[in-house]
């Protein structure tokens, strides 16, 4: 018994002409906004809002920031904006502007000396390097 496996299923269907139906639903949404403002308000003032709003809906249907539809760029925006937000702030025992050094770096070789090898370290340096050639299986 043969199966079909679907194919192309990451491709929205394209319904009017090259757009999908959300590309068409974003360009009918800006035009209608646009042409309510045209009726209601002067034509100067139909110019000076009808323009971000015509970017604002362009964007949604052509501008893919790193190949990803601008409605996610949008719609993380505003989640962020809209959560709330948990900060933590942690007291520190130490004394305020006392920083211990040995905490932050290991102890510097003396100079002209030759840093310690950790052989366990060049063995797993190798075995990774061995797993990484391997092209066989």
């Known amino acids: 018994m043969r199966f079909e496996v679907p194919q192309f299923i990451n491709v929205e269907d394209k319904l009017f ?23 209601l308000l002067p034509t100067f003032v139909t110019f000076i809002l009808g323009a971000p709003i015509a970017a604002f809906s362009l964007a949604l249907v052509f501008y893919k920031p790193n190949g990803r539809p601008f409605m996610r760029m949008v719609e993380a ?5 809209f959560t709330q937000k948990f ?18 770096h290991e102890k510097f070789p003396e100079e002209g000396s030759l ?15 061995l797993d990484i050639l391997d092209f066989d299986n």
Do not use: H
Not at 115 to 129: G, M, Q, T, V, Y
């Open 17 to 39: 002409g090259p757009f999908t139906f959300k590309q068409s639903l974003y360009l009918v949404g800006g035009g209608g906004m646009i042409f309510i403002i045209y009726k």
């Open 77 to 81: 925006f505003v989640i962020y904006t």
């Open 87 to 104: 900060y933590l702030w942690r007291r520190k025992d130490q004394r305020e502007g006392v920083v211990d050094i040995t905490q932050i």
């Open 115 to 129: 840093p310690k090898e950790n052989k366990r370290k060049k063995i797993s340096d190798l075995a990774w390097s």
